[in-house]
């Protein structure tokens, strides 16, 4: 069984888990994926729900599932063999079906972000409060072993009191250019390319330091993707093809590359990038500051050479250094010690069908071992905070406090 180590591994003897998925696109697909592969009687579906029954239907014969299929969230709240429910509806609608199904008494896996404003995730946080029930986020990265591997470096105390951390979050180029033709670039949907992509990011520092934000201030705006003079609408009509390396040809390779980068459940437009409607920053800086003191600098750009997600911490006692595509970490001693280089093992497997099966995984272990809800409360509302701060500083132009849930 593959799991992260600081989940709790020993064998229990416990019922199945009963499961009701909500929301069959991309994400509910990787969830049946898991579950085919998981140790059998582990948990179960129950209930597969959407709003159409020619959707749920399509879903289930395409995965050969005889589930109940529910359609609406009333006819799910009524379920009484439901214990869990994975929420993977769109971004901008996750607060009515998680207050819902907490207040059915149910447990509920989110997918991220918890929600696109800090009044919809501070209502889902309140609704899992008042419950008593499981709130899980589907922040992946966290069981990726090089994230593990920093968080028990930092925590053993490696490089001694954590004074600074630098982070890039390098969204490639092309992968950069496939948001600002799809929902996501608009902010009432996404609630910005900040909280949308760079949440990963900004959790993932969370968890490795084992610390929550308390102030932040930015920078920010929409900088690539700027209208520009003589391009048309649409690149179908656009007289400036030859010279942009953002055209959709809408040929095989592009839709391949397309499909590799933004998944095969999103279909390419042929939309400009720079012409189109667009709320959403497309580069932004800031500063934040931790309850364990230590003090972040955070970029995120959409049009970088290469994606990568650079990371160093800082302290009194060295350095950390790592792309964490490389499972390579940097160690670099003070007091003129040798450089060490730390080689992770890369998880098994293709994408991060590890990491899908360690969050199912964990989110299992908490209902089984019935663990405090408030961790996964906190974790969730936090890992949204430093995004909703930042926006709301770039508006301000002031410093802006973080508080836990």
Known sequence: MMVA?????????VATTRMALLGTGGRGQIYVDVLNRMQPG???????CGRTPATVATFCEENDLDTPQVIGL???????DVDAVLICTPDYAHR???????????????EKPLATNPEDAAAICQAARDSGKILHLGFVLRYDPLAIKIRELIAGGAIGKVLSANVHEAVGWFHGST???RWNRFREQSGDMLLHKGCHTLDIINFMTKAYPTRVAAFGGTDTFVPLDGAADFCHDCDLT??????????????????????PQVLPDDICVF???KDTTDNTTLIAEYTNGMRMCYTMTMCAPKGQRRVTFMGTGGELRTDMSTYTIEFLPNGDKPA??????????????????ALLEHFLQKIETEADPEEGIQDAWMSGAVAFAALQSMETEQIVDVHPF
């Not at 009333?74 to 009484?80: C, I, P, T």
């Open 179 to 181: 948001y600002m033709r």
């Open 5 to 13: 180590p600081f989940i709790i591994q020993e064998e229990i003897d």
């Open 340 to 357: 060490e280089t730390i080689q992770v093992t890369p998880p098994e497997g293709w994408g991060h069908q590890h990491h899908d099966m």
């Open 275 to 277: 012409n189109t409607d």
């Open 96 to 110: 009515e079906p998680a207050e819902v199904c907490f207040g059915a008494g149910m447990h509920c896996l989110v």
């Open 42 to 48: 582990r948990a179960e579906w129950t209930g597969m």
């Open 74 to 80: 009333e006819n799910l709240a009524a379920m009484d």
């Open 242 to 263: 030859d010279e942009c390396i953002y055209y959709a040809d809408q040929g095989e390779e592009y839709r391949k590359r397309f499909y590799e980068t933004a998944g």
